[in-house]
């Protein structure tokens, strides 16, 4: 017995200092990560290594005095969300710094974040065609070529990169990959099929996966994959009357079917499927989850918009004759923007802004331009500004052979060209975050992986 | 022959089997493992059955028998009744297992439950985007330190070993007096308040109900 009391007591003292020590502890700072930008301009997610002080963490925060900013959150995970409605016009420094809520200092850390994202672009070239990146400080930047034309192209929802699909020729299509480094410069590019392909649609969402709905030349049907973040292939059991768009925050896919369009969770979630009938298309998403933007198709030819909340019934937000190309969305539904086109001889583009209640804010005729074909509207919050693909027409009637990428503002309505001849374009979510030390930056976008 | 083992192994059998047919398991462990009681339960009865026809060779100790005699009544005739406001405050809200995607389309902001809440507010804690939202929750009160007492829930995996408590923050209406540990059926609408320079979703209440413990109070 008495042997046992040496290596017991020996224990006892370990594990107090242990405990002791790991009280002492200072908390770390895991991740740094972009995040959804919800109803402000721009987020990223703060996750540290103990439960943080919250009042400190907000005290000791440092950004640029006239940028307005919410820290959001509890426990280990915080999001600095920028407000506001002066849209971002360059990177900023960020000092984090703050105590835990055992009041254990964090060690203060810089960073350089760009929370705008990039424009990612095709652009032909002869016979075959270049993807570019377009940010304000660096202007169009090519990042590769690519062979043959493209059909598609989507950057992913993380920022990671692109999927694309191209062909040279009709019935032989391919889907690619591509990815980026958080500063834009090409990674990997490689085909996800070893086929080529007849046909072939993409839909990403905030996490990175990718969902790729295609058919060969013998099938009857598209088959379904979902490809996640980290290059993971599963097959999806799922047949669908149009394209398959996933939901941005993840789990669930819209499936239009022959009679309306079902909501259904995408594995590993348990099976649960939601339909709403009618001839409805899906327009857009809105930034708050739960809540889109549909298109509903009128038997005497009529278009309608109309607001998807959770668990309710669908409801119209405007109806008329016009061709309605596209739509996007802000915050919860606060303001939605819908692209208009009526007239046969003297085609009329114009731009509605509506609120949630349908009521029309703002009303714009787009003189002089016409829209590109299957191009959609994308909101970036962070400008406060809506991306179009247009083509100039000149006084005779004559208009540009590609379209140029605009940029709307949606607080003073100026529309200004980036330009350059595009083919398609989407708006890349940045991953660029930088820690700054010494002075000197150091490539750290994440302590953690991104 | 010794009567005492195999009587004290029915006995517990029967304990067992008690726990699992009134309900008392409710308070103890998810519903999911219930069925391990009730094969226990019946495991036991089954030994005493055995133990009673081939008495064993070997004599065991008789005091723990006579201790494992004595405490079975005492299970029995003692209900629980355990303070779920003293256990949470006494465990760490940790991470919140559970989808939140199927939350934001497939179920309406009144059908969410206090649980589903926490999910969704830690998944997208922007409390801008659910301000205005109708809320219709139940849990107990819990008291937390220089802060109005919040309304929580105890999430259990297992048991009630792993008890995480999930508050959210309540605006209580004027004069409402509240209890620890009482349940309550809270509906009203979520709002937005600044504590401690940080913004966070409340509800603000506007009808509260005292409710009788529910059958299972743990959700998964």
Not at chain 1, 394 to 423: K, R, Y
Not at chain 2, 96 to 119: A, M
Request: aromatic share 6%; proline share 9%; with cysteine.
């Amino acid at each position: 017995m008495k042997r046992l009391w040496i290596p017991l007591t020996l224990a006892l003292a370990l594990a107090a200092v242990q405990q002791q020590w790991l009280q002492r502890r200072p908390p770390r700072l895991l991740a740094i990560e972009p995040a959804a930008a919800g109803s402000g301009l721009a987020a990223v997610e703060l996750q540290f290594s103990r439960p943080m002080d919250g009042a400190s963490l907000q005290a000791n925060l440092q950004l640029p005095a006239d940028q307005p900013h919410e820290l959001l959150g509890e426990g280990n995970r915080w999001r600095l969300q920028l407000s506001g409605t002066t849209p971002i016009s360059k990177p900023l420094t960020l000092k984090i710094a703050g105590v835990d809520q055992r009041g254990n200092a964090l060690e203060p850390s810089q960073w350089q974040w760009e929370p705008r994202p990039a424009l990612l672009a095709s652009r032909p070239a002869g016979e075959n065609e270049q993807l570019l990146s377009w940010q304000e400080a660096t202007g169009w930047q090519k990042l590769t070529n690519l062979s043959g034309s493209v059909h598609s192209l989507l950057p992913l929802g993380n920022g990671s990169g692109a999927a694309l699909v191209t062909a040279t020729d009709p019935l032989e299509k391919q889907v690619q990959r591509l990815r980026l480094s958080p500063d834009l410069t090409l990674i990997d590019q490689r085909p996800l099929e070893r086929e080529p392909v007849v046909f072939a649609s993409l839909s990403t969402n905030n996490a990175g996966d990718l969902l790729v709905q295609r058919s060969k030349l013998q099938q009857s049907y598209a088959q379904v994959e979902l490809w996640n973040a980290k290059g993971k292939r599963r097959q999806l059991p799922m047949t669908a009357g149009g394209p398959i768009r996933l939901v941005p925050q993840g789990g669930l896919a819209v499936v239009p079917e022959e009679d309306g369009i079902a909501l259904q969770t995408l594995p590993p979630l348990p099976a649960k499927r939601d339909f709403l009938p009618g001839l409805r298309d899906l327009s857009s998403f809105c930034p708050q989850a739960g809540r889109a933007v549909l298109v509903r198709h009128w038997p005497d030819y009529r278009r309608s918009i109309e607001l998807l909340e959770p668990g309710r019934a669908p409801r119209q937000l405007w109806i008329g004759t016009e061709a309605l190309l596209s739509s996007a969305c802000a915050g919860a539904a606060d303001r939605i923007w819908i692209l208009l086109l009526s007239g046969l001889a003297d085609p009329l583009l114009e731009l509605v802004e509506l609120n949630r209640d349908g009521e029309v804010l703002k009303r714009m005729a787009l003189e002089g331009y016409e829209p590109e074909p299957g191009s959609q509207m994308h909101y970036d919050p962070s400008r406060r500004a809506l991306l179009l693909l247009l083509k100039q027409r000149s006084a005779q009637g004559a208009s540009q052979a590609l379209p140029e990428a605009h940029l709307f503002t949606v607080d003073t309505g100026v529309l200004q060209a980036i330009p350059g001849p595009i083919g398609h374009a989407g708006w890349l979510p940045s991953r660029q975050i930088t820690q700054l030390r010494r002075g000197a930056p150091r490539r750290a976008a994440n302590t953690s992986s991104t | 022959m010794n009567w005492l083992p195999p009587f004290v192994l029915g006995l517990w059998g029967a304990v067992l089997l008690q726990a699992w047919g009134s309900g008392r398991l409710n308070l103890l462990l998810q519903a999911d493992f219930h069925w391990l009681v009730l094969v226990s339960g019946l495991l036991l009865l089954a030994l005493a059955g055995l133990a009673a026809r081939f008495a064993p060779k070997r004599r065991s100790g008789r005091t723990p028998a006579l201790v494992m005699l004595l405490a079975a009544p005492l299970v029995l005739l003692i209900p629980p009744r355990p303070s779920f406001s003293t256990l949470a405050a006494n465990r760490s809200s940790g991470a919140l297992e559970g989808e939140s995607e199927t939350l934001t389309f497939l179920s309406p902001p009144e059908q969410r439950s206090l649980t589903d809440w926490v999910r969704l507010l830690r998944s997208q804690p922007d409390p801008e985007l659910y301000r205005g939202d109708p809320v219709r929750i139940s849990g107990f009160v819990m008291p937390t330190p220089q802060a109005a007492p919040v309304l929580a829930r105890l999430t259990v995996r297992c048991c009630l070993a792993d008890a995480t408590p999930v508050g959210i923050p309540v605006i209580w209406p004027e004069g409402e007096s509240l209890k620890a540990d009482e349940w309550l059926a809270v509906s009203g609408e979520m709002g937005v308040e600044r504590v401690g320079g940080v913004l966070r979703s409340v509800v603000i209440a506007n009808t509260v109900q005292p409710i009788p413990k529910p059958k299972r109070p743990f959700e998964p």
